[in-house]
């Protein structure tokens, strides 16, 4: 087996079991690396080894973009692809590499709408893939899972303390004005807030919050704000797409499944039936969108 083989399957196994991602990121990512290989077996005229690709500058992988454009590639695409580059890359070199800068083409801003669940997974991983440290990336991707979820607050995400140990299928939550709700709690975002806890470096006391900073505070949401809209910006996901907004896309996707509005309002912990009413409509626009872009008579 070929070195170049032999990385891009090792990188494969690391996406699948050391990061946990998707089934889909990790066909799009390998398929990226399969790809960048094979371009840079042409480029540097010979075969390619993690000392080649440690070695790699700026215009390597400029030149690998501008080949891709010939692919008629759009700027989405290409933002995309530049992040499973940044991802293998960081893989190759070890935690300390030092990546190439490059900044991403100008990307098209979706119109404001639910995000997608396939957006919403892809700026995740974006998010956990780009941090320094494992148990970084594992406690972010956990937070946005959640967000999502179970539609909480960010500032209900972060609240949650260590007396909720050991996770069960449901979570309790404190709200708005000290209010307390069960919410329930998919097996995925379970999953990845246990695999975060096995990573974290801090001690899970009852009184001390879950989800914690490095130096072991609570964790600010600004910091959670921030790592969203540098991914959103990477990979071409609207800006609208807030933390904030994967708790409107719990709500405008539990509707479009069928969830009674009642039911609604005590999951997303609304005081009035009112609060809740605003996802008919979004939800009603959601679905314009899905009939004009699908339907074969639409239009």
């Known amino acids: 087996m070929d070195s170049t083989t032999a990385l891009i399957q090792d990188f494969s196994r690391h996406l699948?079991?050391?990061?946990?991602?998707?089934?889909h990121t990790v066909r799009a990512y390998v398929t990226t690396a399969e790809r960048f290989c094979a371009?840079?077996?042409?480029?540097?005229?010979?075969?390619?080894?993690?000392?080649?690709?440690?070695?790699?500058?700026?215009?390597?992988?400029?030149?690998?973009?501008?080949?891709?454009r010939g692919d008629d590639l759009s700027n989405?695409?290409?933002?995309?692809?530049?992040?499973?580059?940044?991802?293998?890359l960081k893989f190759v070199g070890g935690d300390d590499s030092q990546i190439p800068k490059i900044k991403g083409p100008k990307v098209t801003r979706g119109v404001p709408r639910p995000a997608s669940p396939d957006d919403i997974v892809a700026m995740a991983e974006d998010?956990?893939?780009?941090?320094?440290?494992d148990w970084v990336g594992a406690r972010d991707w956990a937070v946005l899972l959640l967000l999502y979820g179970s539609g909480l607050r960010i500032s209900e995400a972060l609240d949650l303390t260590a007396e909720e140990l050991p996770l069960s299928e449901t979570l309790r939550v404190t709200g708005k004005r000290g209010k307390t709700r069960i919410v329930p709690l998919l097996p995925q975002v379970r999953a990845a807030i246990e695999h975060y806890i096995d990573l974290c470096p801090h001690v899970?006391?009852?009184?001390?919050?879950?989800f914690r900073g490095k130096r072991g505070g609570p964790l600010s949401p600004n910091l959670i704000r921030r790592v969203v809209?540098?991914?959103?910006?990477?990979?071409?996901?609207?800006?609208?797409?807030?933390?904030?907004?994967?708790?409107?896309?719990?709500?405008?996707?539990l509707l479009a499944g069928g969830a009674d509005l009642r039911s609604l309002q005590e999951l997303l912990g609304h005081a009035s039936l009112s609060s809740t009413q605003v996802y008919t409509a979004v939800d009603a626009a959601h679905l314009l969108d899905v009939y004009q872009n699908a339907h074969p008579r639409a239009g």
Not at 127 to 133: K, L, M, N, P, Q
Not at 204 to 210: H, S, V
């Open 16 to 23: 699948r079991e050391g990061r946990r991602r998707s089934q």
């Open 39 to 68: 371009f840079l077996t042409d480029h540097l005229g010979g075969a390619i080894g993690a000392t080649q690709i440690k070695a790699l500058k700026q215009t390597d992988i400029r030149s690998y973009l501008a080949f891709r």
């Open 76 to 88: 989405n695409s290409a933002a995309r692809e530049l992040s499973a580059i940044r991802a293998f």
């Open 127 to 133: 998010i956990a893939e780009s941090a320094g440290e």
């Open 204 to 210: 899970m006391a009852p009184d001390k919050a879950i």
């Open 229 to 253: 809209q540098q991914a959103r910006g990477k990979l071409g996901i609207s800006d609208k797409t807030t933390p904030h907004a994967l708790r409107h896309s719990f709500a405008t996707h």
